[in-house]
């Protein structure tokens, strides 16, 4: 998602901007047409805070940052899966009403608000950082930038879900019970490719987690706000890891003998 | 216990807040074998700390083998203009390096330097090369790392619930009332102890580098109970927020940017930092362009750009420039990194590498390419020195059983923080509070909870519902937003600190008569409406405080006594809730510092 914006030139003009928002709850809910008064350089985050204060002081949503900073103002605009507090205005086109509404994939709280505590659950079950002993006598260890580049990519990561909310598999087929979602092979692969961990998540990625499910139809990279190429860097050699360890048997023996 | 409505958790620690401090706070609680629990207002790994960028001070010495804790600790007292609590500044130039080995033994990816240790870079006020740090995403990965690590040592998460009163009994505190988001139901938290890390203040001004959250409700929660409040006059104004397009302004622009070479230059193209220099810092400052880039680089006999003189100063250096007309377009200055090219091969890149969310935050809310033109930036509310006063050794408030660490206590950074020194903060005073919590909930047990104080505290967080049609409470929070703004902000005055006070009270009034409708839950207009009664506190105490302090030092500056008192090195000002409920504030005198460290600071010199 690196739309590259133009710069923003004139912030005095102000153009009246047609709302579609979702409002509603569990039980059900529909889309209510408010109008934002916008000027230059507007976000989305921000026509949703002036119809709160304004217009609707009880319609509920996330945020914190609005920098693209915490992942906590996510939703889909005009069907995208987007970070609220990143989407320009002057990107969307200019003609036809602009629609909020909730990540589909998890379970509506109220308005903007989804249910995300299927993640938390998720990630407490995924084995721990388990560091090797340190190198050094003061508890330190040597590692070079080369080693950690990888990880660090996948470190970026904020916590949004976005990936999750576009992921077929968990938006089509609610397979929650049996597949972690990208966010969290990207997790994974963070703690799998980390150059200290001497853990084992291989079995558990086969068979807990459900990484067979993945068709690598990348979609999720698509949507990451923080350009983490999670199929290719993460998910792939996820799968390699996995093909290794349980369908190739010379592979298998060598890893006995071999520290990853 | 008799409470109707609101439902009962029983702990021995509680932890308010889930930021680095009181993730760091709670993991060690909970090592000490208490039964602990984390509230925050947002979802578990949002808090404010994921926003930091530049890094975290800790005197390792990887880069330079001439730093170690003494320096660190004299250039923390130096930036601080000498008011800080010297026992935290003792501990935290001792413990900073051990805590930041800590965070990388459970997980954390630091960049690292040539032979595989910890990178760390240059920062203002810092003598030498001295910020563990992750491109400009090193909060995310302190927070996300104690996270990662604290849901393993089997902590209750409250996610998005917000506490609004602290529950005391013969004095000392027994627990905390909080209602949740998604239902608006109130709960009631009983325990032996209880630690504040909810952060700062940033809220209370139009102009700030801080979200939501920052209300101040640590502050408030804490003055409300009978603690004592300290140094709240000292705001750190940040030189360098975005300040175009309109809607980021106060958006912040990392430090960093400076660390890695940016030159601020005002509309005649001159790096105006140099055209004044503050005597205490003659000896550091490079003479030239040229020698400063050499700092840049690493090289250890040049000194620093003027650039990375200590924020206070430079966000006045900023205005002044400004006022002279010679601001940029939008009423900044100019930040240019895209100067190094010049310098560097393969500039773009290398600026990209350094300052990856730098780039993207201007790219896509500006559509500014940081690697080609220069950035608008302008001063932003950022950080608040002040917060509960707190015993150094133990963070113990004058409450018996309140805690308190990271951003809402005060001591470590007198009237002005060094960029890094925060995080570095979170974690050892984190620690220090968890710690010392854990033992004295042991110590002592729980304590009743008063349930007329439940009562009460409840029906008053309700209250605005019984006023369907009162004012609109973010009115009223946008009228002070601007009156702080305007007449408490970075250049200060006796007689507009006074409008101010007058202009707090009609806020006071019309807060007290604010109505929302509707139902309970996800209710921001009620979320509001509470935050109100913790913004008119604050902004009450840095008031006063700003009146109460007739001299210019960091953080504070009065345009009506410009200079630096020696009379006002002697005190610190600390506020507290007087017995009729009006807000005292007096003149503590600060306890002499130790020899031993006295001689660290005249060496330092
Ligand atoms: C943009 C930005 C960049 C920064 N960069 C740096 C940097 O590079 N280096 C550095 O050292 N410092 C930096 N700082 C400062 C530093 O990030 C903060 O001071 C620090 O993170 C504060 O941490 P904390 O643990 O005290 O509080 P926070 O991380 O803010 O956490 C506060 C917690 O308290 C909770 N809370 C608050 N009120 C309540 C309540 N009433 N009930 C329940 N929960 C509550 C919140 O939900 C949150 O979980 C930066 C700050 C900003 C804004
Ligand atoms: S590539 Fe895999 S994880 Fe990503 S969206 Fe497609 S199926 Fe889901
Ligand atoms: S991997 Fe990207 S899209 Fe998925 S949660 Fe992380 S930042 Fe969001
Ligand atoms: S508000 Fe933090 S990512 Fe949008």
Known sequence: MSSHSHPVTDATATRPVEFKIWRGDAKGGAFEQYTAQVTGGMVVLDCIHQVQAEQAPDLACRWNCKAGKCGSCSAEINGKPSLMCMTRMDTLPADQPVTVEPLRAFPSIRDLVTDVSWNYEVKKKIVPFKPREPDRPDGTWTVFQEDVERVQEFRKCIECFLCQDVCHVLRDHHKHDEFIGPRFLVYTAALEMHPLDTADRIADLKERDGIGYCNIGKCCTKVCPESITITDNAIIPLKERVVDEFYDPITRLLRIFRPK | ?605
């Open chain 2, 1 to 605: 216990m008799s409470v109707p409505e609101a439902i009962v958790h029983e702990h021995d620690v509680i932890v308010i807040g889930a930021g680095g401090a009181g993730l760091r706070a709670a993991i060690e609680a909970s090592a000490g074998g208490a039964k602990v629990a984390v509230i925050c207002k947002s979802l578990l790994g949002k808090a404010h700390t994921v926003m930091a960028e530049g890094g975290m001070a800790a005197a390792m010495g990887h880069v330079d083998d001439r730093d170690n804790w003494e320096v660190h600790f004299s250039d923390t007292m130096r930036g601080g203009g000498y008011l800080n609590n010297w026992v935290m500044a003792e501990h935290h130039a001792k413990e900073a390096p051990d805590r930041v080995r800590e965070l990388e033994a459970w997980g954390a990816v630091f960049d690292r330097t040539k032979d595989g240790r910890i990178l760390q870079r240059h920062f203002g006020g810092h003598r030498y090369q001295r910020l563990a740090h992750v491109g400009d995403r090193t909060g995310l990965e302190m927070i996300r790392t104690l996270q990662d690590h604290g849901v393993h040592q089997g902590l209750d998460v409250y996610m998005e619930m917000t506490v609004v009163a602290l529950l005391t009994s013969g004095g000392r505190i027994a627990g905390v009332l909080g209602y949740d988001r998604e239902r608006g139901r109130l709960r009631v938290w009983r325990a032996g102890a209880v630690i504040l890390a909810t952060g700062g203040i940033g809220k209370a001004y139009r102009i700030t580098s801080n979200s939501w959250e920052y209300t101040g409700d640590g502050q408030a929660l804490a003055y409300e109970a009978g603690a004592e409040i300290m140094d709240m006059e000292f705001i750190q104004f940040h030189p360098t927020g975005m300040v175009w397009p309109p809607s980021v302004r106060g958006l912040l622009v990392t430090e960093g940017v400076r660390g890695e070479g940016g030159a601020l230059r005002n509309s005649e193209g001159r790096r105006f930092m140099w055209d004044d220099i503050p005597e205490a810092y003659k000896n550091q400052v490079a003479l030239d362009e040229e020698e400063a880039w050499r700092y840049v680089c690493g090289d250890k006999s040049a000194q620093r750009p003027a650039e990375l003189l200590t924020r206070d100063h430079v966000a006045r250096c900023i205005n002044r420039e400004v006022k002279a007309g010679r601001g940029s377009p939008h009423g900044g200055v100019f930040l240019d990194i895209a100067w190094i090219k010049s310098r560097v091969p393969n500039g773009e890149e290398h600026i990209k590498k350094k300052l990856p969310s730098m780039y993207h935050q201007f790219m896509q809310l500006a559509g500014v390419d940081i690697t080609k033109e220069a950035m608008e930036v302008g001063p932003t509310t950022h950080y608040c020195m002040g917060g509960v006063r707190v015993d150094g050794d133990t963070q113990m408030s004058s409450v018996p059983g309140l805690f308190a660490a990271g951003e809402v206590a005060a001591g470590l950074h007198g009237a002005n923080r060094l960029g890094g020194n925060s995080l570095s903060d979170l974690v050892v005073f984190g620690k220090r509070a968890g710690e010392h919590a854990a033992r004295w909930a042991k110590e002592h047990g729980a304590a009743p909870v008063d349930s007329a104080q439940v009562e009460a505290e409840t029906a008053r967080a309700l209250a605005p519902f019984d006023r369907p049609n009162g004012e609109n409470p973010y009115a009223i929070q946008s009228d002070l937003q601007d009156v702080m703004q305007r007449l408490v902000g970075m250049v200060r005055t006796k007689s507009e600190l006074e409008e101010a006070l007058g202009h707090l009270d009609s806020l006071r009034a019309r807060a007290a008569k604010c109505g929302v409708s509707g139902h309970r839950e996800y209710h921001p207009g009620w979320h509001t409406a509470i935050d109100l009664r913790n913004l008119l506190h604050v902004s009450e105490m840095i008031t006063k405080s700003a009146l109460l302090r007739p001299e210019s030092r960091g953080g504070h500056f009065r345009e009506d006594f410009p200079a630096k008192s020696e009379e006002c090195t002697g005190f610190n000002l600390v506020a507290r809730r007087a017995d009729d409920g009006s807000m005292d504030i007096d003149r503590r005198q600060r306890a002499p510092i130790r020899p031993d460290l006295q001689a660290i600071i005249e060496r330092m010199k």
